[in-house]
């Protein structure tokens, strides 16, 4: 409740923590709803409906992406699950979608339906795709721990996805411009040490400023441990004092 999202059930609230920790957005769906066996991602088809969770009927256009089975809707992709399928106190078996959608369709079906959710407003946003499956095993291991679930094994995925490092690139300068710090290389190189992240210091001479590179791991975004940040915070705690202490112009 404390970040706004009411308890519904424990595998729902399992997904629900699972988006806070991770930022991955999840849906659960009661397998004994279905029609089919085959689920499907498409666009939708001009007339086709679905009542989503919220108990509304929305008119899909074919700029929307939706979740089939048996080619029917049965959830807005990216944006909220559909009532016939969701999980209930009668649900015994439960699939568990984790996926990664284009922020932009996801933003313009949103907007057309002014339907905004926690999921919509994290793929607007882009999420971390190196941890969808990590996300995906660990919501598995909590329901089977909460719900005194089985877990079946494998995973059945489809597309690629490039979970390569990211670099990003910056200088001492806009760094200590945008924070309005003054900020010394030791002091960056000191955070991002500690936070594990791996970094490189090129000296521009012309400049006599330091361009700093870091390569970021997709993979650590999201399990950094809290002590690390601690750490790093406790370490800098001087520096962060001297910039509550500037004046705002």
């Known amino acids: 409740m404390n970040e706004g999202i009411r308890p519904i059930n424990n595998v729902v609230d399992v997904t629900n923590y699972i988006l806070l920790y991770f930022g991955q957005p999840m849906h659960a769906f009661d397998l004994d709803t279905f029609d089919g066996s085959e689920i499907r991602v498409r666009e939708a088809r001009t007339g086709e409906t679905l009542v989503t969770l919220d108990g509304e009927e929305r008119e899909l256009a074919e700029t929307d992406l939706v979740i089939t089975v048996a080619d029917k809707p049965v959830a807005l992709a990216g944006v909220m699950g ?16 984790a996926a990664v959608f284009n922020g932009k369709s996801i933003r313009k079906t949103s907007g057309r339906l002014n339907l905004r959710s926690e999921s919509s407003s994290r ?3 882009g999420i971390n795709v190196a941890t969808v499956n990590e996300a995906l095993d660990a919501a598995a291991s909590m329901i089977a721990e909460l719900a005194g679930a089985t877990v079946r094994k494998g995973i059945v995925s489809a597309g690629q996805l490039d979970t390569s490092d990211v670099e990003v690139s910056s200088t001492l300068a806009d760094v200590n411009r945008v924070l309005g710090t003054e900020l010394s290389y030791a002091d960056v190189e000191d955070v991002f ?5 791996a970094f490189l210091e090129l000296q521009i001479a012309l400049l006599s400023a330091y361009h700093v590179v870091v390569g970021i791991s997709l993979s650590k975004q999201t399990s950094l441990k809290k002590s690390l940040v601690s750490m790093a915070m406790t370490a800098c705690q001087p520096v962060f004092q001297k910039m509550m202490e500037q ?3």
């Open 82 to 97: 559909g009532q016939a399928t969701e999980i209930s106190e009668n649900s015994s078996r439960v699939v568990l979608e």
């Open 247 to 249: 004046p705002v112009n």
């Open 123 to 125: 793929f607007e946003k």
């Open 193 to 197: 040490r500690r936070l594990g992240l």
